[in-house]
């Protein structure tokens, strides 16, 4: 807001007038419109890259033979940069929906397969060793031990491919063109419309906050009551 009045708008937009293209986008239908259209796209890629994600690093985690096998594959797709994959999945995918859904997915996968790898590293072998002493079940120890270690790098894991997941369908939807925020984004830029461009800043970092506070944070509260609360969270 201080550089919207120390400049001209047409370079920072103030918060008035953003808003008020927000609301015209919502007046207009093409808030809702390409507001689904990405959040569909983001919620496909991102849960196939949780499962294919979560299934690849257990296997490496709890085989050398798949780690060592895995390990270089993983890093080779995190390095290839985003844009070079969106290169590819238009060569290969055509101008479709089906090629965001491949960048969003290839770039959120090895995060998430990377963060389970680590989290089952660091389950302590010594406490899954004293509880066979003891004779308790196997699928007790899985729920007692192994995914109580697991879930914090799993969540650390989840934020952090989501996080990517939301930048990199941008351009994914500049480059094929097909709807969404990130086109309709380009598509105010190319039209030097800033305050448009701004607008949709606006809406994508919304719909990122409701990400982590409506759905992972009350999902990681629920299914982390075990762990002891900081004197801070209290």
């Given at each position: 807001?201080?550089?919207?009045?120390?400049s001209?708008?047409?370079?920072?937009?103030?918060?008035?007038?953003t808003?008020?293209?927000?609301a015209?986008?919502?007046?207009?239908?093409?808030?809702?419109?390409?507001?689904t259209?990405?959040?569909?796209?983001?919620?496909?890629?991102?849960?196939?890259?949780l499962?294919?994600?979560?299934?690849?690093?257990?296997l490496?985690?709890?085989?050398?033979f798949?780690?060592?096998l895995?390990?270089?594959?993983?890093?080779?797709?995190?390095?290839?940069?985003?844009?070079?994959?969106?290169?590819?999945?238009?060569?290969?995918?055509?101008?479709?929906?089906?090629?965001?859904?491949?960048?969003?997915?290839?770039?959120?996968?090895?995060l998430?397969?990377?963060?389970?790898w680590?989290?089952?590293?660091?389950?302590?072998?010594?406490?899954?060793?004293?509880?066979?002493?003891?004779q308790?079940?196997?699928?007790?120890?899985?729920?007692?031990?192994?995914?109580?270690?697991v879930?914090?790098f799993?969540?650390?894991?989840?934020?952090?491919s989501?996080?990517?997941?939301?930048?990199?369908?941008?351009l994914?939807?500049?480059?094929?063109?097909?709807?969404?925020i990130?086109?309709?984004?380009?598509?105010?830029?190319?039209?030097?419309?800033?305050?448009?461009?701004?607008?949709?800043?606006?809406?994508m970092v919304?719909l990122?906050?409701?990400?982590?506070?409506?759905?992972i944070?009350?999902?990681e509260?629920?299914?982390?009551?075990w762990?002891?609360?900081?004197?801070?969270?209290?």
């Open positions: 807001q201080g550089l919207a009045l120390l001209s708008p047409t370079l920072f937009p103030g918060i008035g007038l808003f008020s293209k927000i015209k986008f919502y007046a207009t239908g093409e808030l809702l419109k390409n507001a259209v990405t959040t569909t796209r983001v919620t496909v890629a991102f849960l196939l890259a499962c294919t994600g979560t299934v690849t690093g257990i490496m985690g709890s085989s050398r798949l780690e060592g895995s390990k270089p594959i993983i890093f080779t797709l995190q390095t290839i940069s985003s844009v070079i994959w969106s290169f590819f999945a238009v060569l290969w995918l055509g101008l479709t929906d089906l090629a965001v859904i491949f960048v969003v997915f290839i770039v959120g996968f090895p998430i397969a990377i963060h389970v680590e989290g089952v590293k660091s389950v302590d072998v010594g406490l899954e060793d004293m509880a066979r002493c003891f308790v079940p196997r699928a007790q120890i899985i729920r007692g031990i192994t995914i109580p270690s879930l914090p799993l969540f650390a894991g989840i934020r952090g989501l996080s990517y997941c939301w930048k990199i369908v941008v994914a939807e500049l480059m094929v063109g097909k709807g969404g990130g086109y309709s984004m380009y598509f105010a830029w190319e039209q030097f419309r800033v305050a448009e461009v701004f607008a949709w800043v606006v809406v919304t990122m906050l409701a990400n982590e506070y409506l759905i944070r009350p999902i509260l629920s299914v982390m009551r762990r002891p609360k900081r004197m801070d969270d209290r």
